[in-house]
């Protein structure tokens, strides 16, 4: 034990950082967990530095990208998740809204693996006030929605359709509102945040579907396993002609949320609900 207090610290680091790797082809449900956790602190972190760093050099947009894009590989390298994406051809250069479905807290693992350069995150205002993800988030420029005031949404919504004119970026939604949490492949009713923004801000709604992937990760079950996840991107929806009344947004809704629908019942295996 004497010997072991003696040891320099970045041999404890590196000893610890070699089990984890080496550990990672025989870790169960707690590793993964514990590994996905860890692997999102420390994108978190580099999202604080990057955000404090590359607007100084122009590369702002390039933030969320980095950050997604690296806890994509790093936590699928410890956690064996996968991803394969159906449609790349449908992200687009130009401002877009883009809508996806939620699942669970790894969908943003999952999304890394095609989330596009300049784009926002629009999130619940509660995730302003999580340690690192919401310091990353407050720093990064994220867009914050109060979903429990209907009226303070709509006004958040219509200035985050004036950012993506101003400075020329896209917004990725969850338009459910909050996560899925079920075997059972289907969609929780779309809040019509995400459509008022492409609307006023006329500019194209790009559906993201992540397949269902409960047979890979349950909460319920403490199952986390190695496994490949579906994503379609599916063809932007024109909002060019669709007025911003009540009516014609829920009907834009409704159409993108069928779609979205059928898509991933397409791209999910079949599951049992448990």
């Known amino acids: 034990m004497d010997f072991l207090r003696q040891l320099p610290t970045h041999v404890y680091i590196t000893g610890s950082l070699a089990f984890l790797v080496w550990f990672r082809n025989y870790g169960g449900y707690r590793y993964r967990c514990l590994m996905a956790i860890l692997s999102l602190i420390l994108m978190a972190t580099f999202g604080v530095i990057a955000s404090l760093i590359l607007p100084i050099f122009g590369q702002a947009g390039l933030i969320n990208y980095l950050v997604a894009r690296g806890y994509h590989y790093i936590g699928g390298f410890f956690t064996g998740l996968r991803t394969t994406i159906i449609g790349q051809e449908n992200i687009l250069q130009s401002p877009a809204v883009y809508v996806c479905n939620h699942q669970t807290s790894l969908d943003i693992m999952v999304m890394g693996s095609m989330y596009p350069k300049n784009t926002s995150v629009v999130a619940k205002k509660e ?3 999580y340690p690192f993800l919401g310091w ?3 720093l990064s420029n994220a867009i914050f929605l109060d979903r429990k005031n209907r009226t303070n949404a709509l ?3 219509r200035q985050a359709a004036e950012d993506i004119h101003k400075k020329k970026i896209s917004v990725w939604l969850f338009p459910e509102g909050t ?3 079920s075997s059972k492949v289907d969609l929780l009713p779309f809040k019509k945040g995400a459509f008022h923004m492409a609307v006023q801000a006329r500019v194209p709604i790009v559906p993201v579907v992540i397949a269902n992937y409960n047979d890979i990760y349950s909460t319920k ?5 190695p496994g490949n996840v579906n994503i379609k991107v ?3 929806v024109v909002t060019n002609d669709i007025d911003e009344d009540s009516a014609s947004i829920e009907k834009l809704s409704i159409r993108v949320r069928e779609s979205m629908l059928t898509a991933l019942r397409e791209i999910s295996p079949t599951t049992k609900e448990e």
Do not use: D, N, S, V
Not at 221 to 225: D, Y
């Open 155 to 157: 006004k958040e919504a």
């Open 127 to 129: 995730l302003k006030y």
């Open 234 to 236: 599916l063809p932007p």
């Open 221 to 225: 079950a403490k199952r986390f396993l």
């Open 136 to 138: 990353f988030m407050t």
């Open 179 to 181: 996560r899925g949490h």
